[in-house]
C-alpha cells in the first residue's frame, strides 16, 4: 500500500470515528442513562441487556428489529407487555426517556466491578455482638413486630402488629428488596436492590440496625441459617451484579466467602457472566440453602455445615431446572420447595430432604409466586399456589405425593381471577381465605382490588372488593401478610414517593377492615414482614 | 468548543492512532503470535497473562518493568528461571523471538469462545459399543501395554511391555498431555493440549480409537469414574481455557455437562476469568473425582453419583487449599490425595475419605510430583515424595495420622539430589527403588542422567548414572513408568522431533539396562503410562 493511500484510509476511518463522536452521549449523559438503566430496566432485562423476564435489549438487536429512537421512546412511555408504562406513570420524565432511546441504542458500557476487598471494605459493625443484648429489652410483643419496606424512601419501618405503632424507621439500601429473619426472630436481614445487607436487631430497646456491608452491586435475595445447631450462624446474600452469592457471618455481617455463579445455561449452553440469584429459601431438612440460579437455569443447594473446618468447605450441588428462575416457597411440610421459572411458564419443585428435582409443573404465563401460598386441602391434601403476572389464573398444585400421590405435582386447580397482574397471593393457617392483589393490573380499578379465595372450596366465587381511597392515591394495593396469631391481613397501598398512603388491616376471617396505618412516614410501602411468621416460613 | 479545534482534535488522534497502528502487528503476525505463545507460553503464564507458574507478562506489566523489546527477546532466546531457553535450544526460530517480543507488548487478545455446542459438534464415536468387542481380542498382555505419548508428533504409540513391540501407533490431539485409564484398564483415555480427548479400546484386534471430542482449546487433565459401581460410567475433562470442566459418558465420550471453574482467589479475591483445572484423580473411597483449580487456589470434590437423576446433579464440594495447584496424587491407602501448590512450596493434602481439607506442607522451591511416588518405609510408614523443579531436593512426606502420628503431614526426610530441574520420580511396589530424572535442569549432563535411591534407606547415597547416548541426541532422560510386575522400568530420551531416540528400559533391582525400545517411530516420547499401574494407581 502507498502511503498516500494509507492516508487517506485513515483520514477516511477518523472521519467516520468523528462522526460517530458526535451521535454519541456524553460522559454525564451515560453515566444518567446507567444509573436509570440500574434502576429501572436491568432488573428485568440484566445489566448486560441480553433478557431476562424482560426482552434482549442488546444494541445490534434492537437495531435489528428495525426499532428507531422514536419507537423506543414510545415503548418505555406507554408501556409494553409486562412493562410498566415509565412515562405516562410519571416515573420517567419525557428528557429522560429520550436519553433511554439514545442509551440503549449505544454500546452496553462494561458494568463495574465489585470484589470481595470492596465488600470487606463496606463492612460495618454498628453494635458489636458483646454489646447487643442477651434477652429482649423491649417490652413490646416483638415477634408480633411487622417490617415494612418504603420502596422509594430506602427506609424500613418497624411497626407494632398487636397497637399498630410506628416503633422505629431505619435507613436501609436503595428499594429494599426484602426482609428475612433469623431462626429465632430476632434479626431481620435486609437487602436493598444496591446490594446494601442489614441486620436489624429486634432485641435493643428499639429496634437498631447492628451492622451491614456492601455485598454487591445489584441484589435481590437475602437468607440466614435455619437448621438445627446453626441458627442465626451464617447469613447470604444472592448477588445480581456481579452474579455471586456471599456467605456472611450471621451475627456481625463479617464477609466469609464469595461464590461465582457465573456459569453455562443449564450446563449445557452458553457462557453467561449475568448469571444472577434470584431467590434463596433456607432449608429445615438439612444445613442448607437453596440458591435459584435465573438465566443459568440452575437450583443450587449450598450446604453450610462446614464452613468451620480447614479450607472452609462450602458444598454446592448444582441442579438444571428450568429457565429464568425467579421466587418460590415451601409447601406445607417445608420438604419441598417450589420455585417459578417464569419465562417456560412452569413450576420447579426441588426435594429439600432428599436433595432431589422432583417436579416440573407446567402453569400459566408469568408465574409470580413470591413464596406462594400453601394450606391442606379437604380433597387434594397439602398444596401450593402461584399467582401469575400475564395470566387471570392463580394455579394450585398438589404436594403431597405420600398422601395423595394421585395430585402431587399436578395443577389441580386453575381459579380463575379478576385480571392478570397479580404479584402476590398469601394465606395462613389460622385464616380461611386465599388472598390475592393485582398490582400490576392493567387497569387502576383492579389495581386498587383484592379478592379472596375459601381454601375449602375454590370453585366457590371469591369475595372482591375495591379499597376505598386507593384509587384518588393514584395506589396500588400490594402484597399481603398476615399478623402472627393469623386473625388480621395487611396490605399497602402503594402510591408515589410524594403522596402519604397507607396500609390496610383486615381480619382474616370476615375480611372487614379493621384500621388503617397511617402517617406522614407511610410513603411507597410495599412488602411487609411479620417477624413469627417469616422466622417461620409461615405463608 | 469551536469546530477548527474539534477537528484538529480529530486530526490529532488519528495521527497517533495511525503511528500505533504503524507500529502495531498485522492480523497475520497476530495469528502466529497467539499460536506460538498458546503452544509455548501460556501453559506457565495463562491466556490471559496475568501468571501462574510463570510470571504476569501483561504489556503494562512489562512496560512498567521497563522490559524492552530487546530484553524479552535475550530472554526468550535464553531461559530465565524455570523457562526454557526457546531460542537456544531451536525450538524459536530469531523472526519467532522477535515476533514474539512485540507480541507479548502488544494488548492481550481476547481468546476465542469455545461453548458446549462446540464441544458437541466435535465429539465423534467412530466404534459404537455395541460393535466393541466385550471380551479382549487381542491375544496380547494388554494389561501391561503401555500407552507412550509422542509429544511433538501428535501421536500416542501403544508398545507391549511384555514383548517391547510397537502394538500402534494412534493419532491424537497436539503434545497430549496424559494419559488416564479406565478401572478395568481396557480404555485408554488421552487428552490433548488442545482439549481433544480420545479414547482407545486395548480390546480391540489392535488399540482402536473409538470415541473422540474437543472438550475445550487448551486441557491437561482427564480421568475416569473409579469407584464400585461407576467403573467406566463417567469421564471428565478439566480444562485450561475456557476454563471449565466437562463431564462426558464414559463409553462413548458423549459431552453430558459443561461447569465453570471461573471464580474468586480462594473464595476471598479478585475474580479471575483463567482459574484453570490443573490435575484431577478419581477417588476410590466414594462417586468423586479430585479437581484442582490452579490460579483460585481451590480443591473441588465433584460428586458424580446423581448425574443419572433428573436435572443431572452434579454436586461440587468447594475447598480453599492453596494457589497454584499443579499435580498430584494418592498416598499408598489411596485415602490421602496431595497436590502442589508450586507458587508458594507447599503441598496440600485432602483426605478423601471425609472429604477434609486436613494439612499444607512446607515444601521447597516449585515442587513438581506428577503424581508422585508412595511407599512403606521402615520407620515413617506409609510415605509420599515430590521432587522440585527449582531445588536439587526430593521432599518426603509421612502419610498416615493413624498409625505414624508424629510423622504425618511433615517432611520426614529432605533428600538432596544432583541438581534441580526435576520433573518425576517413580517407584513401584516391588522395586527397592526411588527413581528420579532431571529432565529441565540446567546442564545437558544432569538432563542424561537418572538417579535411584534405596526406599528403606534414604541417607545412604544415590545411584547415579548417565544414560548413555542421550547426550549425542540432545536428549533429556523424562519420566519414569514401572511395568506390571514392578520388575522393569521405562524412561524416555526426549529427543528434537526430527531425530528418533529410544526408550530405555531398566531392571528394577539391578538398576541395569534390560534393553532399549528404538524405531524410527520413537520421536519425541514423554510420559508414558502402564496400563495396570495407571488404572490401579500404582505409583
Known amino acids: 500500500m502507498k502511503w498516500s493511500k494509507f492516508w487517506l484510509i485513515v483520514l477516511a476511518a477518523s472521519l467516520t470515528g468523528a462522526l460517530a463522536f458526535a451521535q454519541a452521549l456524553s460522559p454525564e449523559q451515560v453515566e444518567q442513562g446507567k444509573q436509570i438503566y440500574f434502576q429501572r430496566c436491568a432488573g428485568c432485562h440484566g445489566v448486560l441487556r441480553k433478557g431476562a423476564t424482560g426482552k434482549n435489549l442488546e444494541p445490534d438487536k434492537l437495531k435489528k428489529e428495525g426499532l428507531s429512537a422514536e419507537a423506543i421512546k414510545a415503548i418505555i412511555t406507554n408501556g409494553m407487555g409486562g412493562m410498566p408504562a415509565w412515562g405516562k406513570l410519571g416515573i420517567l420524565k419525557p428528557d429522560e426517556i429520550d436519553l433511554m432511546a439514545k442509551f440503549l441504542l449505544s ?136 452474579s455471586n452469592f456471599v456467605v456472611l457471618d450471621g451475627q456481625t455481617l463479617e464477609p466469609l466467602k464469595m461464590v461465582s455463579t457465573q456459569g453455562y445455561v443449564q450446563s449445557k449452553g452458553e457462557f453467561l457472566r449475568e448469571d444472577r440469584v434470584a431467590s434463596i429459601v433456607s432449608s429445615h431438612f438439612s444445613p442448607e440453602w437453596i440458591l435459584n440460579i435465573k438465566e443459568g437455569g440452575q437450583t443450587w443447594l449450598v450446604n453450610y455445615s462446614q464452613m468451620n473446618l480447614k479450607g472452609q468447605p462450602l458444598t454446592v450441588k448444582m441442579i438444571d431446572t428450568d429457565r429464568f428462575l425467579h421466587d418460590g416457597g415451601w409447601a406445607l ?66 404436594t403431597d405425593p405420600q398422601g395423595h400421590p394421585q395430585y402431587a405435582w399436578k395443577v389441580v386447580k ?96 370476615t375480611l372487614q377492615e379493621k384500621t388503617r396505618i397511617t402517617g406522614d412516614w407511610v410513603r411507597t410501602p410495599t412488602g411487609k414482614f411479620n417477624v413469627y411468621n417469616t422466622a417461620n416460613d409461615i405463608y
Open 333 to 398: 411440610d417445608k420438604r419441598y420447595f417450589l420455585v417459578a421459572a417464569n419465562a417456560v411458564k412452569k413450576i420447579a419443585v426441588i426435594d429439600a430432604k432428599t436433595g432431589e428435582f422432583v417436579a416440573s409443573v407446567p402453569v400459566g404465563n408469568k408465574p409470580h409466586p413470591g413464596r406462594g401460598a400453601t394450606w391442606n386441602h379437604p380433597k387434594y391434601g397439602p398444596v401450593w399456589a402461584t399467582g401469575h403476572i400475564k395470566d387471570n389464573k392463580i394455579a394450585v398444585i398438589g
Open 107 to 242: 454500546p452496553v458500557p462494561e458494568p463495574p466491578k465489585w470484589t470481595f476487598a470492596d465488600v470487606k471494605k463496606s463492612w460495618k459493625v454498628h453494635i458489636p455482638v458483646s454489646q447487643r443484648p442477651t434477652k429482649p429489652e423491649t417490652s413490646r410483643n416483638w415477634r408480633n413486630f411487622f417490617g415494612i419496606v418504603l420502596r422509594d424512601m430506602g427506609q424500613v419501618a418497624i411497626v407494632d402488629g398487636d397497637t399498630k405503632e410506628l416503633v422505629k424507621i431505619l435507613p436501609t439500601g436503595y428499594a429494599t428488596h426484602i426482609l428475612r429473619s433469623s431462626a429465632d426472630g430476632r434479626y431481620f436481614y435486609a437487602i436493598g436492590r444496591d446490594g446494601r445487607a442489614e441486620a436489624i436487631d429486634l432485641w435493643s430497646k428499639e429496634p437498631t440496625l447492628v451492622a451491614e456491608a456492601k455485598v454487591c452491586l445489584d441484589a435481590r435475595s437475602i437468607d440466614t441459617s435455619k437448621f438445627k445447631g446453626y441458627e442465626g450462624k451464617y447469613a447470604v446474600v444472592g448477588c445480581y451484579w456481579p
Open 414 to 509: 386453575m381459579i380463575e381471577t379478576i385480571s392478570p397482574g397479580n404479584l402476590f397471593i398469601k394465606t395462613h393457617p389460622n385464616s380461611p381465605w386465599l388472598i390475592a392483589d393485582f398490582t400490576v393490573a392493567p387497569t387502576p380499578k383492579a389495581n386498587a382490588t383484592l379478592c379472596a379465595w375459601r381454601k375449602d372450596d375454590l370453585d366457590k366465587p371469591p369475595v372482591c372488593w375495591e379499597v376505598p381511597g386507593a384509587r384518588k392515591l393514584k395506589a396500588r394495593m400490594v402484597h399481603i401478610e398476615f399478623n402472627k396469631g393469623g386473625s388480621e391481613f395487611w396490605v399497602s397501598a402503594w402510591a408515589n414517593k410524594d403522596t402519604p398512603s397507607f396500609i390496610a388491616v383486615y381480619d382474616a376471617i
